[in-house]
């Protein structure tokens, strides 16, 4: 053969080889040995070893080493295989400097006379004679641009390298450097896969991963006719106020340590425990779905989840509401399952939280009209047709209006009235609250400037702000925006708190309310006594009133807790110097208890429910 027939038929095999369905399957050792085999074989060589540069490039380490001398069936191994003591070969920069100066220069090494070409020298007093090698030649294996290791073949007689070995050489070496560069993009592959399918902070499977195997559960089962499954939905309770409060790396901790402890928890029929959202484990049951084992399992996730975690210094109590659901009992959609539970665990957090409660028929309709409410609410908001209703505050003559509250209200097509009690959870739950809030704004703005062009100065009016709008650096400029656009000022409002709404980001959180007592506002914070605000917390901040929650004085002058709690609730804010509202005055001797102890203003049914716009214009301002 010619040259360049012996350059056709080298190059011939190595496409058979490398295109073969069952060396494109094999695990990358296995390819690279193959790939050394081949080379020994066709050029008649000895040795043909595979070498890669450890990260610090200090060293090379052989991977993969073809030897004609090892005994049949064992020629082609990998080194860990063939190398009794399993440790790997490597061969040092400050040993063999010449060499790698040479294979770092990136080139083909052709060497016919190793033992004296000074490249190779170094190799002389302890290898090349004892092994009987004479010629080498090395090819580069690249990692893209970068040198990564080399192929190293061996010849035990001297040899002159020709053309078409030389380049099967770095045809072997090339296609060595493509496998490498497969195997990365098939890791990197596997880590996406990774990301997609699980929780990181867990590794736990994630919601997908749970509805695709609900999905092949729920077709066997119904397939089968028999089996069943259940599916229970964990949320944990109060999971914000630990972020907010105490960060989100504790909140992040405590997510890691009970997902550790439902994984480790033995129940019958357990199947799949998922992480499916912030605060929401899923754990997936099946066969083992009768009343009885339910109840056990149910009771042993409340129980493993209220042991106190330790964060932060802090032993934290936990609690979990959990809901169920049975496929095919309840349902047979795969995606049913799933809802059917979660609306059963909504219905355990009305419970009071920290219980479990089974799907039934009852909380199907809640469900359904739950989904429907939040429909409509989203395009009610949008179209900014809310309505707000006026609650008076008045002095202590009792007469005088100072102040009214602006108290949202839905004008149902359907349902009538609705009061916040009955949309503000669905509004929390899918994160309208931000936008209820503007359009309350807007309607107050809008009152305001009617009541203004007809000549009626109105009291300061009150504004509740949620936590989303608090926790928004905009929201001064948004309300001096739409405060603009009727012509009104800011300082014709007063904006309520409540407690558990400035527990979050306390940076942005002062920030916003400096700015809207900059821009001339009052600050009143709502509903005291009932969140966790701490006094610190209260005096960094810019409020000017207290309004005691009407909880407190529900049962005053005959509830000694009640009364010691108002008064001393009136003596913190003399303390601070903030007036004080009592919210829920409903008769004579709440008023008279509450005037006595020298409450300043005074709201409740004693002097008017919320009222329509119109209506407290037609009470305090006709005639
Ligand atoms: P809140 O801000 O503490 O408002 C006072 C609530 O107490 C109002 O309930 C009011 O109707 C009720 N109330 C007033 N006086 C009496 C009384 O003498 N007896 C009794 N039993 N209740 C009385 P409402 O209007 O149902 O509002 C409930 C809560 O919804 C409000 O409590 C407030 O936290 C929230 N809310 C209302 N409107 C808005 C709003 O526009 N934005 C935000 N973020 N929250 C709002
Ligand atoms: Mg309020
Ligand atoms: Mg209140």
Known sequence: MDDSETFVSYHKALMELSHDSGFI??????????????????????RVSVWFFHPGRDRITCECLYDIHEEPGARQQNVSSTNKDLSPVNLYRSDHPNYFQAISEERILAVNDARNDPRTSSFK???????????????????????????CLEACHPRNWTLPELSFAISIADTI???????????????????????????????????????????KVLKRQKGSLALIWIDVDRLKAINDGLGPQAGDSVIAELGQRLKTLRLEGKDMLARIGGDEFAMLIRHQTHAEALNHAADQILRSIEQPIRVSGQSLGISASLGI????????????????????????????????????????????????????????????ALDVFYQPIVDQAGKNLVCMEALVRWNHPLRGWLSPIEFLDIARGSGLMYALGECVLQRVCEDWSEASSSGIQLPTISVNLSAEQVLTVDLPDRIEEICAKQKMPVS?????????????????????????????????????????????????????????????????????????????????????????????VENESHEAWLLERGCDYLQGYRYSKPLPFTQIIDRYYSG
């Not at 193959?34 to 066709?42: E, N, V, Y």
């Open 325 to 384: 659901c049975l496929l095919p009992k309840d349902c047979v959609e795969p995606q049913e399952l799933l809802r059917g539970a979660e609306a059963a665990m909504y219905h355990a957090k009305n419970l009071g939280r920290a219980q479990a409660t089974v799907f039934d028929s009852a909380i199907r309709i809640t469900a359904q009209s739950r989904f429907a409410l939040e429909r409509e609410l989203r395009s009610t908001i949008s179209n900014n």
């Open 25 to 46: 399957r094999q695990q990358r050792h296995q390819k690279l040995s193959a790939l050394a085999s081949l080379c020994g074989r066709l050029l008649g060589v000895e």
């Open 177 to 219: 450097s493509l496998v490498n560069i497969y195997e990365a993009w098939m890791s990197s592959q596997k880590a996406l896969d990774f990301i997609s399918r699980f929780d990181t902070l867990t590794g736990l499977p994630n919601i997908d991963s749970l509805k695709e195997r609900v999905v092949h559960l729920a077709k």
């Open 492 to 584: 014709a409002l007063q904006f309520e708190v409540t407690e558990d709404s400035i527990q979050g980001d306390s940076g942005i959180i002062e920030k916003v309310l400096e700015r809207l007592v900059k821009a001339g506002a009052e600050l009143a914070i709502d509903d005291f006594g009932t969140g966790y605000s701490s006094l610190s917390r209260l005096k960094s901040l810019p409020f000017s009133r207290i309004k005691i929650d009407r909880s407190f004085i529900k049962d005053l002058p005959n509830d000694e807790n009640d009364c010691a709690i108002t008064l001393s609730i009136i003596g913190l804010a003399r303390g601070l110097g903030l007036s004080v509202v009592a919210e829920g």
């Open 125 to 151: 007093s302890n290898y090349l004679p004892s092994v009987g090698i004479h010629s080498m030649l090395d090819a580069p294996v690249f990692d893209g641009s970068r040198l990564s290791g080399v192929v």
